[in-house]
């Protein structure tokens, strides 16, 4: 089959395999601007440097847009046994929680299976849960963090502990609702937990974390390629940029950060060949809760229904594969097969969506849009890894990955935007909901609002609490 890209597909991947330059930015992300977490410092120096980047490839006005979100900032936290043995462990607060003091039996709920809150609720009111970060076995989607958080919370729990599920990984981190003291214990401390647990058949366990929700300012980074056309619509290319506090976030997000800016560079030099304008953007506090991509759904919103395409490169220049997981578009089928023909490197694709990541709120509002990744790898992925801990550091990150996936995503970019019938379907809210229960995600997107009804009928609420209760919309 003949390319009719063949001349811009070279042009596009030579300039890839000839340059160093999304590692030299990932460099600068990581080791000048550390987590990038809102609100800190190195949250709009990153910014900053991330529109000069833009500017010197040629797009001149790219620009970072403000909006404000509920932020924290993390304080000293401290858990123990205190009977029948006294012991101490190290611990770190979960973004979003509250400060406060809780001293209470523990219970363990392994991997926190979606049917044991319910069935242990009796064991489980007033105690401080503790779960695994794993997946459940057996389990047909995936549990993330925030659900068993929600469902301990529904059961009753005063207080939470998340275990990474990985030896020698240290504590895992992410975000949950202000509502009790929560903190993460490595693998290590956990064992020794349920060890205790098992001997002694009863633990008391005090957690006392010293952390502040409070708001803060955080960014999007937006910045034009243009089209040839005068038609008004575009593409939204994108990656977050914030990692979590405790790390450099060098894998998740920064590696997808820096894979949108290389993408906007290579684009930007075959301009005069792209019909649709690609718009690409870093997107700022994904990890607390998806705050970026919400705002910009929000502020843009008439806008949306001109948006082609939306490719979200979260964490896109780690290991693996470089093809896209459609969020439910069969109808492209034979325009990602051509695709994948053209490239001639590795791009599998396939269709499914789920709602942590900064996709999301795009999904929501009817915009086709897609992740990078490998989808076959994910579907027998067994976790995060080092991610969201202290080590995902920039050591782990190699330049080949992220030219990999910078050549194979400019390229297909390159395509969405020259299509010349481009039918990708808007779906209809009725698809969009049935999509999202066919998936199994419905009673995730309902937990939120059943355990904000369920504290307000609390007596004793606190301050973040009721600031988050209060809150109108979750960004
Ligand atoms: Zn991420």
Redesign the pocket.
């Known amino acids: 089959m003949s390319n009719p890209y063949l001349d811009l597909d070279k042009k596009i991947v030579s300039e890839i395999y000839t340059s160093s330059e999304p590692m030299e930015n990932l460099k600068i992300l990581c080791d000048v601007y550390d987590s990038r977490f809102p609100g800190t410092p190195g949250d709009l120096g990153s910014v900053k440097y991330m529109v000069k980047k833009l500017k010197e490839y040629g797009i001149k006005d790219a620009y970072y847009e403000p909006f404000k979100i509920p932020g924290w900032k993390r304080g000293p936290a401290k858990v123990s046994i205190t009977s029948p043995i006294k012991h101490d462990f190290d611990c770190i607060s979960l973004p979003h929680s509250i400060a406060g003091e809780i001293e209470a039996k523990l219970v363990w709920l392994g991997e926190g299976a979606v049917d044991i809150y319910e069935k242990r609720k009796d064991e489980i009111k007033d105690s401080i849960v503790m779960v695994s970060s794993a997946n459940p076995p057996g389990a047909t989607r995936s549990l993330h963090r925030t659900e068993k958080f929600m469902r301990s919370i529904l059961a009753g729990a005063k207080g939470w502990i998340f275990m990474n599920q990985y030896p020698a990984y240290g504590p895992q981190t992410g975000g949950i609702s202000p509502i009790v003291p929560s903190i993460s214990v490595c693998y290590e401390d956990g064992m020794f937990l349920t060890r205790t647990l098992e001997r002694e058949g009863e633990v008391k366990v005090k957690i006392k974390t010293t952390d502040k929700n409070m708001d803060v300012t955080t960014y999007n980074v937006i910045g034009d390629v243009p089209g040839t056309t005068n038609s008004k619509e575009y593409l939204v290319v994108g990656?977050?940029y914030d990692?979590h506090d405790i790390s450099q976030?060098a894998v998740?997000?920064a590696s997808?950060a820096v894979t949108v800016l290389e993408i906007a560079r290579v684009l930007n030099m075959v301009k005069d060949k792209l019909k649709h304008r690609v718009r690409c953007m870093c997107f700022g506090a994904?990890?607390t809760g998806l705050y970026g991509s919400y705002a910009y759904t929000a502020m843009h919103e008439d806008d949306l229904k001109n948006i082609r395409f939306m490719l979200n490169l979260?964490?896109a220049g780690g290991a693996g594969r470089k093809g896209v997981r459609l969020h439910d578009h069969p109808e492209l089928d034979e325009f990602m097969k051509k695709t994948a023909d053209e490239l001639k490197s590795p791009f599998p694709f396939g269709h499914g969506v789920g709602p942590y990541?900064?996709h999301w709120p795009f999904y929501l509002k009817s915009v086709p849009c897609g992740s990078g990744g490998d989808i076959d790898a994910a579907r027998v992925s067994t976790g995060r890894g080092y991610?969201h801990s202290k080590y995902d550091t920039l050591d782990k990150v190699e330049l080949e990955n992220l030219q990999k996936a910078a050549a194979n995503y400019s390229r297909f970019l390159l395509r969405v935007s020259n299509a010349e019938k481009w039918i990708a379907r808007r779906k209809t809210k009725t698809e969009i909901d049935e999509f999202i229960k066919k998936q199994g995600y419905n009673e995730t997107v309902q937990l939120a609002d059943k355990v904000k009804a369920y504290v307000r009928t609390w007596g004793e609420i606190h301050p973040d609490t009721a600031d988050w209760l209060n809150r109108k919309s979750d960004w």
């Open positions: 990656s977050h990692g976030g998740d997000p997808g994904e990890e979260d964490a990541s900064d991610g």
